[in-house]
Structures are given as structure tokens and as C-alpha cells.
T-cell receptor, first 112, second 112 residues
Framework: DTTVKQNPRYKLARVGKPVNLICSQT?????MYWYQKKPNQAPKLLLF???????READTFEKFQSSRPNNSFCSLYIGSAGLEYSAMYLC???????????FGPGTRLTVL | GEQVEQRPPHLSVREGDSAVITCTYT??????FFWYKQEPGASLQLLMK?????EINEGQGFTVLLNKKDKRLSLNLTAAHPGDSAAYFC???????????FGKGTSLTVIP
């Protein structure tokens, strides 16, 4: 099974409220990624876990948190959603012997 | 950091015609190159990966060209059919291939 799953597929949140998005994969991949995709923009890397080590991009460091309780699951957490967080959030994973990343279908977050 | 420019943003061709999508990148250390296809509501699916020693790769109905001197990657669908209608994204990574840098994508419509 080479699928990456994301839950939920659609999420509606209120400004100022927390948001938690979930990603899972059963390929035993050691690296998991989160991207933010807005219309007419390239997917932007937010952070990635290599095994248990979290790497966050400098310009989004304070906006997003993540956890990886085990190899299969990875979450993306927004402590206080703002309107600018409305976007598609893509999760991906990559195994040690692969150059390519495997993507989930995304979670569309709308903040009102 | 790496900058990836993808053109055109939108492309409409008739069935049987060719379609060409091009990406240029800036980092001469870029080493791995990818084309992904995304159908509506679905995940990004790897179409082809190209490594530094490869200049031309052929797949089912398409050709990928890499010109490292010009820092240019292109996807050529030789005889487009309606099933090719999708969004296409190029991605570039360095030798460590932890980070992907994406183009903004091309929305391809093939008219029957």
C-alpha cells in the first residue's frame, strides 16, 4: 500500500481557534513532510520529520507545530488560526531508498 | 534559496496535439528532478523522476528533457488525450533530497 492518508479532507475553523490535521502512512517511511498550498502558488514546505527529529522552515517556525508519536502518524497543529491559514495542506512521506515523495490527497482548511 | 519557475500556468490543447510544460531553476547544485500529476480531488502522483546523469526520459506518451546547462526541465506530452487533463507540477531537490522546491503548477486541459 503506497498511499498516504490525511484526515479530515475538509476542515472549517474559526479565527483564533486551534486546528489539528492528521497524516498517516504504512510504508515505514522515515521522513514525513507538511506543505501549504494556496491557489496559484507553489506548494510551500512548512516542516518535516526525519525519524523523530523535527525540522521547521524559518519563516513559518512560530506558526505551525507538529508531532510524530510513531513512524506512521504525523500531525500539523495550528494554535490560533488566522484567515491567512486558509489553504490546502499536503502531507508527504519519503523512504530512505527513495528520492521521490509520496503525497496524500490534502486537507482543505477554511478559516472564517 | 532555490527558485523554480514553471510555465505556462494554464494550457489548453486539442486531443492528439502535443503539450509542453517547462520549468527553470536557479540552484546549480540541484540534483533530482520530478514531474507530478494531480487529477482533481486526488493526490500528486509521480509521473517521472530524472537524475543528474539523465537527459531524456520517455514514459507512456510523454518525454522529459533535462538541460542542466540551461537549468531547464521540460515535460512534453506527445499526443495529448482527455485523460491527460490535470495539474502538473515540477519539483527540484538537492543531492540530499530532503527538500523539494516546486513550481506553481500548470493546469492542462485537453479538448476532445
Amino acid at each position: 500500500d503506497t498511499t498516504v492518508k490525511q484526515n479530515p479532507r475538509y476542515k472549517l475553523a474559526r479565527v483564533g481557534k486551534p486546528v489539528n490535521l492528521i497524516c498517516s502512512q504504512t510504508m515505514n517511511h522515515d521522513t514525513m513532510y507538511w506543505y501549504q498550498k494556496k491557489p496559484n502558488q507553489a506548494p510551500k514546505l512548512l516542516l518535516f520529520y526525519y525519524d523523530k527529529i523535527l525540522n521547521r522552515e524559518a519563516d513559518t517556525f512560530e506558526k505551525f507545530q507538529s508531532s510524530r508519536p510513531n513512524n506512521s502518524f504525523c500531525s500539523l497543529y495550528i494554535g490560533s488560526a488566522g484567515l491567512e491559514y486558509s489553504a490546502m495542506y499536503l502531507c508527504a512521506s519519503r523512504g530512505y531508498n527513495y528520492a521521490e515523495q509520496f503525497f496524500g490527497p490534502g486537507t482543505r482548511l477554511t478559516v472564517l | 534559496g532555490e527558485q523554480v519557475e514553471q510555465r505556462p500556468p494554464h494550457l489548453s490543447v486539442r486531443e492528439g496535439d502535443s503539450a509542453v510544460i517547462t520549468c527553470t531553476y536557479t540552484d546549480p547544485n540541484s540534483y533530482y528532478f520530478f514531474w507530478y500529476k494531480q487529477e482533481p480531488g486526488a493526490s500528486l502522483q509521480l509521473l517521472m523522476k530524472v537524475f543528474s546523469s539523465t537527459e531524456i526520459n520517455e514514459g507512456q506518451g510523454f518525454t522529459v528533457l533535462l538541460n542542466k546547462k540551461d537549468k531547464r526541465l521540460s515535460l512534453n506530452l506527445t499526443a495529448a488525450h482527455p485523460g491527460d487533463s490535470a495539474a502538473y507540477f515540477c519539483a527540484v531537490s538537492e543531492a540530499g533530497y530532503q527538500n523539494f522546491y516546486f513550481g506553481k503548477g500548470t493546469s492542462l486541459t485537453v479538448i476532445p
